[in-house]
C-alpha cells in the first residue's frame, strides 16, 4: 500500500519561509509527476507547482519567483521551498504522485501565514 506522508507546514509570518516535505511509502514504482496542491476555505483546490520525472517544472503564476519545487526521485520524496510568504498563500496543502497511471494523494499540511 501506498502512502504520502507530508510535513513542514505550520504558522510563519507574512515574508517568512517554509518548507514541505512529501515522502512516498510502500511499494511504488516508476513515479511520474509530483504536484503540490493547495487549497483555501471556501476556494478550490489549485496547482501550486509541479515537476515531471525528468524535472520539468511548472507554477501557478501567483507563486513564481517564490516557491521552488524539487525531488529526490532515491528517496521519493519530492519538496516544496516556499519563500516571501504571503497571507494568501495560507490553505491546506496537498502532494500529489502519479506512478503507473494511479494517483495518490497525501493527507495535506496545514500552512498559515499571518502576523
Known amino acids: 500500500q501506498v502512502r504520502l506522508v507530508e510535513s513542514g507546514g505550520g504558522l510563519v509570518q507574512p515574508g517568512g519561509a517554509l518548507r514541505l516535505s512529501c515522502v512516498a511509502s510502500?511499494?511504488?514504482?516508476?513515479?511520474?509527476?509530483m504536484t503540490w496542491y493547495r487549497q483555501a476555505p471556501g476556494k478550490e483546490r489549485e496547482l501550486v507547482a509541479t515537476?515531471?520525472?525528468?524535472?520539468?517544472?511548472n507554477y501557478v503564476d501567483s507563486v513564481k519567483g517564490r516557491f521552488t519545487i524539487y525531488r529526490d526521485n532515491a528517496a521519493k520524496a519530492v519538496y516544496l521551498q516556499m519563500n516571501s510568504l504571503k497571507a494568501e498563500d495560507t490553505a491546506i496543502y496537498y502532494c500529489?504522485?502519479?506512478?503507473?497511471?494511479?494517483?495518490?494523494w497525501g493527507q495535506g499540511t496545514q500552512v498559515t501565514v499571518s502576523s
Open positions: 515537476i515531471s520525472s525528468g524535472g520539468s517544472t
Open positions: 510502500g511499494t511504488i514504482f516508476s513515479i511520474g509527476a
Open positions: 500529489n504522485v502519479i506512478s503507473r497511471g494511479l494517483t495518490y
